[in-house]
T-cell receptor
Framework: DVKVTQSSRYLVKRTGEKVFLECVQDMDHENMFWYRQDPGLGLRLIYFSYDVKMKEKGDIPEGYSVSREKKERFSLILESASTNQTSMYLC????????????FGPGTRLTVT | DAKTTQPTSMDCAEGRAANLPCNHSTISGNEYVYWYRQIHSQGPQYIIHGLKNNETNEMASLIITEDRKSSTLILPHATLRDTAVYYCIVDPPSGYALNFGKGTSLLVTP
């Protein structure tokens, strides 16, 4: 079974802090994704990556950056956390380009105070 | 993108079949229909997908109408652990971002 793991289930940070969310997948998938999920807004794509060192903006990239130095690892960075970034963050991966079958991690519930 | 329409919520008694409908009347000929679910406080989980023919796996069955404008996900013997939000998704043209929409909140009751 594909396993997607995220570094933390719960995280509390202060406004202005730099925050790193890590995601690792163990099935040699090409594509990796970061979503955020908020009540009433569903899942929204922040960034995705289809190869090492490649990244593409999703629907809501403002305030975020990403890093993919190795195929199995995709990091989401909040350069200066703000309270409106309090959310559930979900990482996902898929095998190849165009593959709609995505495997999700358990999520990180981030609270920015 | 082909849009999907699902009921907001449904109830089902434990042990009975849960039939979750989805309308996707603008679906294109080569677009697949995917179903995911999300149990509370967990990440979404892939269930099943199909193009034209009905599909079945260990989790569920997918019935797609002949005109492909709607589909039904069937959980044959619902359990309490099937309580979740179920999302019907059509292949995004970009091939990347999944548009989950609001989904159907299924409550399985004892």
């Amino acid at each position: 079974d594909v396993k997607v793991t995220q570094s933390s289930r719960y995280l509390v940070k202060r406004t202005g802090e730099k925050v790193f969310l890590e995601c690792v997948q163990d099935m040699d998938h090409e594509n990796m994704f970061w979503y955020r999920q908020d009540p009433g807004l569903g899942l929204r794509l922040i960034y995705f990556s289809y190869d090492v060192k490649m990244k593409e903006k999703g629907d809501i990239p403002e305030g975020y950056s990403v890093s993919r130095e190795k195929k199995e690892r995709f990091s989401l960075i909040l350069e200066s956390a703000s309270t409106n970034q309090t959310s559930m963050y979900l990482c996902a991966s898929s095998l190849v380009q165009g593959d709609t079958k995505q495997y999700f991690g358990p999520g990180t519930r981030l609270t920015v105070t | 993108d082909a849009k999907t329409t699902q009921p907001t919520s449904m109830d089902c008694a434990e042990g009975r079949a849960a039939n979750l409908p989805c309308n996707h009347s603008t679906i294109s000929g080569n677009e697949y229909v995917y179903w995911y679910r999300q149990i509370h406080s967990q990440g979404p989980q892939y269930i099943i997908h199909g193009l034209k023919n009905n599909e079945t796996n260990e989790m569920a069955s997918l019935i797609i109408t002949e005109d492909r404008k709607s589909s039904t996900l069937i959980l044959p013997h619902a359990t309490l652990r099937d309580t979740a939000v179920y999302y019907c998704i059509v292949d995004p043209p970009s091939g990347y971002a999944l548009n989950f929409g609001k989904g159907t909140s299924l409550l399985v009751t004892p």
